[in-house]
T-cell receptor, first 112, second 111 residues
Framework: ETGVTQSPTHLIKTRGQQVTLRCSSQSGHNTVSWYQQALGQGPQFIFQYYREEENGRGNFPPRFSGLQFPNYSSELNVNALELDDSALYLC???????????FGPGTRLTVT | QKEVEQDPGPLSVPEGAIVSLNCTYSNSAFQYFMWYRQYSRKGPELLMYTYSSGNKEDGRFTAQVDKSSKYISLFIRDSQPSDSATYLCAMKDTNAGKSTFGDGTTLTVKP
């Protein structure tokens, strides 16, 4: 059984650019959540996908968008990058149950 | 004001000490409570979870929830240097959906 994987590990982008981050969920998990973790803070919920449909969204602007694919892998897209978007982006997969949420190692995005 | 407030730390203790980590919250709808451990440059790892009020013990770790006070705690007995990490509390109001996290407490256990 493989865990949650994310790519790339690190990314440096310029303000105004667009970025796509990828997540492969744990085998058997049909739900993927994305979180943003700024330095020194806890993860902040961006949105969740369940069976390819957005199933909840946090307080993030529309330039944060996502996709989930039939194999339950997922993408996070961020348009018009801002300096404050610099953070660790975490993907978590789950299936049934409120506690079963497994996080990937994250993608560290730096916007200059 | 944040929905979840966590004692900021950092916390530094000698090996073998008892550690207490605490969070308060304002949303009375929260009923699922979790503690995550996050090592540097890694994703959070689920450590303990409890439903509603009460205590739960797992080895050296004990999680407590007091819903009347909107207060949760994680106790670590006989702390080890390998326990050095950032500890995050998290809460949910429904079975599915988002977890709301505290900002974490960084713990260092010195040999």
């Amino acid at each position: 059984e493989t865990g949650v994987t994310q790519s790339p590990t690190h990314l440096i982008k310029t303000r105004g650019q667009q970025v796509t981050l990828r997540c492969s969920s744990q085998s058997g998990h049909n739900t993927v959540s994305w979180y943003q973790q700024a330095l020194g803070q806890g993860p902040q919920f961006i949105f969740q996908y369940y069976r390819e449909e957005e199933n909840g969204r946090g307080n993030f602007p529309p330039r944060f968008s996502g996709l989930q694919f039939p194999n339950y892998s997922s993408e996070l897209n961020v348009n018009a990058l801002e300096l404050d978007d610099s953070a660790l982006y975490l993907c978590a997969s789950s299936s049934n149950g409120p506690y079963e949420q497994y996080f990937g190692p994250g993608t560290r995005l730096t916007v200059t | 004001q944040k929905e979840v407030e966590q004692d900021p730390g950092p916390l530094s203790v000698p090996e073998g000490a008892i550690v207490s980590l605490n969070c308060t919250y304002s949303n009375s709808a929260f009923q699922y409570f979790m503690w995550y451990r996050q090592y540097s440059r890694k994703g959070p790892e689920l450590l303990m979870y409890t439903y509603s009020s009460g205590n739960k013990e797992d080895g050296r770790f004990t999680a407590q929830v007091d819903k009347s006070s909107k207060y949760i705690s994680l106790f670590i007995r006989d702390s080890q240097p390998s326990d050095s990490a950032t500890y995050l509390c998290a809460m949910k109001d429904t079975n599915a959906g988002k977890s709301t996290f505290g900002d974490g407490t960084t713990l260092t256990v010195k040999p």
